[in-house]
């Protein structure tokens, strides 16, 4: 089970293989969010058999200056943005092709907004044409993926996704749950 670290911030940093954290937590570089699982580690630590059956977050104690990366927007991370669905019909599929909005000989060009996932349909029925001349509308807004959001590497963990969403829920006391509702 890979180790989710996070800044003491609390932004996501990275997610990290078992042997790594053993390093972290012998510099006491890290702490963990949830001192429940400390012993049970120290303990498999000690023993020498670290596996790890649950997400588990850690925390740096200092925190690091994380640079801003501009990602590309390659087919990849256009995809995981998308989260693999057709931002035409909604379709979720692993044969995605990726559509140029405005296309490209119409002068559209290789961004972060002028690219979403489309499904095969959806891109031969839009074929060369602008979105309003076929009639068709986008789900949503197409955004850079930054580095910033939340986590973006997390996608790939759905486990350690779904167990920082809740540490941070009750990090905040609920307080998100109350506003979202
Ligand atoms: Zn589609």
Redesign the pocket.
Known sequence: MPVLVLNSSLQPLSVIPERRLIVLLSKQKVTFVDESVRSLIEESIEARRLELERPVIVQLLANVRVPRVALQPSRANILLRDDET?Q??G?RSRDLTLDHIIPRSRGGTSTWENLVA??K??NGKKGNRLLKEVNMRLLRQPRPLSQEYAGFFLLRYPKLHEAYQEFILSAHGGSLREMSA
């Open positions: 057709c035409y019909c379709k489309s499904c349909h959806c």
